[in-house]
């Protein structure tokens, strides 16, 4: 344990995993929400297609996956980590900083990132790049967060209007002095009152729902008139993944957007010929009341789906993690 530079206090301890509800929460978290949310975006094609025999073996192939997963990272925690997982804290006049310190760790990190990008797995590559990302996390006090003591685990939680953000993990000779320095600093900045009163993971989950409801016409639409599947698949995984991840993901939806019109477009002036003979005529000349029923449809959920971007990209809806990132004082 250190302290003085900047008046800080700097110590390094091993946080337990298998022992430690919160890591063990966090884990059980997050394995089950990459099982849902592959099975929920696999799940809709089918169902738009019909296809209802294949979802239940779907089902049980992401439940068997979750499962192993799951068995797989106990595994792993107790046996190469040994239920321990060195890590470095700091707090400071700025803020409080974490870093993953373990060799260990780290060197699994990069070798699930770069064996994702060999193998052409992009959920490990993901799973790396996110794991990294995660190495070193920084709040400071000019953010918005509020602080939770817990003396019987000698830890402190911060955290902003939905989620934890940080849990620090002290030793039991600096915990007291740990928390004055936090107490102190969040109050000198004001830092817990700019928490919001009420969650936004309404607004979150609210916004998902949208972008499912609207990608469902879309989906129809594809199978409908011979497009392509993927362009509709594409884009409701760049809008879900906008709804909850970075504002830049928004250009790439307005984009998909784009292309669905203009493969739409090529589809309804497509020239054919009549069974019955006479002369040739434009795809969309014949359709019926329930085609452009299903075109005013898509048409109303393009717009939602294109004012949900357009919205996103100037700033005026605030992605999830991005929110997280102002939150944790990172401008």
Same mark, same amino acid.
């Given at each position: 344990m250190a302290q003085g530079r900047n008046a800080g206090l700097e110590w390094e301890l091993g946080v337990p995993v298998l022992t430690n509800r919160y890591l063990l929460g966090a884990m059980l978290k997050a394995i089950l929400g990459g099982a849902v949310g592959c099975t929920v975006l696999v799940g809709i094609p089918l169902a738009v297609q019909g296809e209802w025999d294949a979802i239940p073996p779907l089902l049980a192939m992401f439940a068997l996956t979750f499962v192993v997963v799951l068995g $797989?990272?106990?595994?792993?925690?107790?046996?190469?980590? #040994?239920?321990?997982?060195?890590?470095?804290?700091?707090?400071?006049? %700025?803020?409080? =900083?974490? %870093?993953?310190t373990d060799r260990t760790a780290r060197a699994g990190n990069r070798a699930a990132l770069i064996a994702g990008l060999v193998l052409g797995k992009p959920g490990a590559a993901g799973t790396g790049m996110l794991a990294i990302s995660q190495e070193q996390q920084r709040l400071d006090w000019d953010g918005a967060f509020a602080a939770r003591y817990e003396p019987a685990t000698a830890s402190i939680s911060f955290r902003n209007g939905w989620r934890t953000l940080l849990r620090v993990y002290c030793l039991p000779e600096n915990y007291a002095a740990a928390a004055a320095m936090i107490e102190a600093a969040m109050a000198r900045h004001a830092t817990a009152t700019r928490v919001p009163a009420r969650s936004p993971l309404g607004r979150? $989950?609210? #916004?998902?729902?949208?972008?499912?409801?609207?990608?469902?016409?879309?989906?129809?639409m594809a199978e409908e008139y011979d497009l392509s599947g993927f362009t509709p698949f594409l884009m409701l995984c760049f809008a879900l993944a906008m709804v909850w991840l970075v504002r830049p993901l928004a250009l790439v939806v307005l984009g998909v957007l784009a292309w669905m019109g203009l493969e739409l477009a090529?589809? $309804?002036? =497509?020239?054919r010929e009549s069974m019955f003979g006479g002369a040739p005529y434009l795809r969309y000349e014949v359709l019926s009341g329930d085609d452009w029923a299903l075109l005013t449809l898509c048409g109303i959920c393009t717009a939602v789906l294109g004012w949900l971007a357009v919205q996103t990209w100037r700033g005026r809806i605030v992605p999830a993690l991005t929110q997280d990132w102002a939150d944790a004082g990172d401008d």
């Open positions: $797989l990272a106990l595994l792993v925690s107790g046996l190469i980590f #040994r239920n321990r997982i060195q890590t470095r804290f700091r707090i400071d006049a %700025t803020g409080i =900083e974490m %870093t993953q979150y $989950l609210l #916004r998902t729902v949208v972008v499912i409801a609207c990608s469902l016409p879309l989906l129809g090529a589809s $309804l002036t =497509e020239q």
